[in-house]
């Protein structure tokens, strides 16, 4: 214990305070166990050895008390509990420290399940992994229905589950429903249950308003406690229905992530299991599997991915002072397209200010102010706006024919057609109705900045603004910096961003920027494998271990082969021997198809005629060999140009607006630990520990 503690030297105890309360209704005294870490919402509880310990003191001081009825759990404001204290994570060098931190979280949370009386866990703010798991073990469970974020994160982070929630959790709700929160939502870009969803899941008996949450829990204790109330669970099925689910999960995991990342596979396994272990086989096998994960690279690497997400996101490198920027009141979109309509309804939404759209068809602009006023409604039915708030925001998105509605916009972004002249044409006219000081902002994808805003008066006032789609999702913002982008409109870009729920990283203006020039790079020297005459299934196949959110030709139809053929022409233009053109991919496009696949999946096949004749084929691993190698290389070049200003942005990008997965790091530290960047580029990107196990 005394070594964890070392271990975890810059731990944030979280305390635990135990305070008598008289129950409603004469029920008796409950023991009232708050978790406060000092701290107000913004850092909040977690459980390290220290806290485990102050948990297990207060435990000590209630048990075998025959003046109590029950004891309970709850949390500072906002905030039940999110988890173990990962900061100590990455010191650990010991497998048996590592199998030492689960232990210790079983042996005090099961207490909860063993005072001899019933206890209770007051889910009143935020809970995630030992958080949900310290209420598992608790006799019945209350949750507040303004919890905003209820998860087991951890497979998404490189862990399981490991205090009881992968045995306690199906046991509680069935296989099915807790595979739902072990590994559904971790691998859908780790989605959060909210409060009232938690409790439709059965993980809940009760829920109560959060005004009063704590009062009307203590008034449901009572109840339970006298008789009034009984709970009761539905019986779990653990025949056919809880080995269905596992297989069917099993058979999604397999598609999605080919086996590269263990802890999915791990938390499967252990899920599957705990229909027939007893819980202390069940808590000794969830020892041995945080042990197994905490010493392994993946680990490392999703902590360092996480690291990425929760810091550096929040504070971009290069970003100029805050203090700069100007107040947005009004913006102006050019163009009524499918992205234009996406933007304005981000814009309404997030800035709450008027957004005029402008197009030169009238019937193109009142289908891109419908659209954008449709989703709204679609929010409506769903509940999440009020219909004064729809209403309110509806009247906020408008069109016009012309820009002079851009007179007092204090912000015009463009998202018209992927050319040059096009876009240097609509500055231009939009340059001669706005202010001297309106940010002009491109949502180019591959085009200069620099050239964008050349002919301008005031091209300092242009920066790129490139989002990722789909807008509402994708929470990557990469904000460009042309040659002559002033303070003031950057400083303004990175305050609209943060505005908008971004997650901003500052970009040179260099062709294609960070995401779609990774992206091209891998997708062409892939194609150029199928062009020498590799079959695309075996093409396809090669990025698997990589574990992408789907495969490189998938990720084509996605984005439409005309588009990645136009940013790969971008970047032949200005890297011809990096980038070359596929003429087959020309070809394809020319010849009007949408992707390789038809939609059953099946290779299409005037694509396969198209792409065939080639006479030299590679296997599986030499097309990754391949692609790794173009990577390390086009990622050294890009540090070297400054593109950004460290390989943590360059991994922040991909893993925010290319969902590169978390197990990874990113992709310099996987380049770093399969030799590849070494190899390729002469040396790492990463020192040696960071996103890996120490040297």
Not at 130 to 145: D, P
Not at 355 to 379: F, M
Request: aromatic share 6%.
């Amino acid at each position: 214990m005394s070594n964890l503690g070392e271990v975890f030297g810059d731990e944030v105890v979280t305390h635990a305070y135990v305070r008598d309360v008289a129950l409603p209704h004469g029920a008796g005294t409950l023991a009232l166990i708050t978790l406060d870490n000092g701290h107000d919402h913004t850092k909040p509880n977690t459980f390290g050895p220290n806290g485990l310990a102050e948990l297990d003191a207060a435990l000590d001081r209630v048990a075998g008390r025959d003046d109590i009825v029950a004891v309970g759990v709850t949390g500072k404001p906002f905030i039940f509990a999110v988890g173990a204290d990962l900061k100590g994570v990455p010191l650990i060098s010991d497998h048996a420290d590592a199998r030492a931190i689960g232990r210790l979280g079983h042996d005090v949370f099961r207490r909860l399940g063993e005072l001899g009386v019933p206890s209770f866990a007051y889910y009143n703010g935020a809970a995630m992994g030992g958080g949900v798991e310290i209420g598992l073990h608790c006799t019945y469970r209350t949750i507040s229905s303004g919890v905003p974020a209820f998860a087991l994160p951890e497979a998404f982070l490189g862990l399981v589950p490991g205090w009881g929630g992968t045995y306690l959790l199906p046991n509680l709700i069935g296989a099915e429903k807790a595979l739902k929160v072990v590994i559904d939502n971790p691998l859908a870009q780790n989605r959060m249950l909210k409060g009232r969803q938690a409790y439709e899941l059965g993980i809940a008996d009760a829920i109560f308003d959060s005004a009063d949450f704590l009062e009307e829990s203590l008034a449901w204790t009572a109840r339970v406690l006298n008789g009034e109330i009984t709970v009761t669970r539905p019986e779990v099925d653990k025949g056919k229905a809880w080995d269905d689910a596992i297989a069917m999960a099993r058979w999604n995991l397999e598609g999605r992530l080919h086996g590269a990342a263990p802890s999915f596979t791990r938390a499967l396994d252990l899920v599957a299991a705990a229909k027939d272990r007893s819980r202390d086989e069940g808590f000794a096998a969830e020892d041995e599997a945080l042990a197994d994960l905490i010493m392994s690279d993946e680990l490392r690497a999703g902590l360092y991915a996480f690291d990425l997400t929760q810091k550096r996101a929040k504070r971009p490198a290069g970003a100029p002072d805050t203090s700069l920027a100007r107040k947005v009141t009004k913006v102006g979109v050019v163009g009524a397209g499918l992205m234009a309509s996406q933007l304005a309804l981000l814009f309404a939404r997030r800035l709450e200010v008027p957004v005029v759209l402008t197009d030169l068809d009238q019937d193109r602009l009142d289908k891109g102010v419908g659209y954008a006023h449709g989703e709204i409604d679609k929010l409506l039915g769903k509940g999440r706006l009020s219909p004064d708030k729809a209403n309110r925001l509806k009247a906020l998105i408008t069109g016009s024919l012309t820009k002079d509605a851009f007179a007092d916009a204090d912000f015009v972004i463009e998202a018209v057609f992927e050319e040059m002249s096009v876009k240097q044409k609509v500055f231009a006219e939009v340059e001669e109705h706005v202010s001297a000081d309106c940010v002009l902002a491109t949502n180019t994808s591959s085009l200069s900045v620099t050239e964008m805003a050349a002919g301008l008066r005031h091209p300092e006032r242009v920066v790129g603004f490139h989002f990722f789609n789909p807008v509402a999702v994708l929470p990557l913002l990469e904000i460009v910096r042309g040659e002559r982008t002033g303070d003031a409109a950057l400083a303004t870009a990175f305050a609209t961003g943060k505005a908008l729920k971004k997650s901003c990283v500052l970009v040179k203006d260099a062709p294609a920027f960070v995401v779609n020039r990774v992206l091209l790079r891998l997708l062409a020297e892939i194609v150029k494998t199928v062009d020498e005459g590799t079959p695309i299934e075996v093409a396809e196949r090669a990025a698997a271990p990589l574990g992408l959110p789907m495969p490189p030709f998938v990720l084509m139809g996605l984005v439409g082969p005309a588009i990645a053929l136009h940013v790969n022409e971008t970047l032949h233009g200005a890297f011809p021997d990096r980038f070359p053109l596929s003429d087959n991919l020309a070809k394809m496009v020319a010849a009007g198809k949408r992707g390789v696949y038809l939609p059953d999946f099946s290779l299409a096949p005037e694509v396969v005629a198209i792409f065939g004749g080639g006479t030299s084929p590679s296997t599986e691993e030499q097309v990754l060999d391949r692609a790794l190698a173009a990577l390390a290389d086009e990622i050294r070049i890009m540090l070297d140009e400054g593109v950004v200003a460290a390989p943590e942005d360059i991994d922040l990008c991909m893993i925010l607006g290319a969902g590169w997965p978390f197990h990874l790091g990113g992709i310099t530290p996987y380049l770093d630990r399969s030799g590849i960047a070494e190899r390729t580029t002469g040396r790492r990107f990463l020192a040696p520990g960071t996103a890996s196990l120490p040297a």
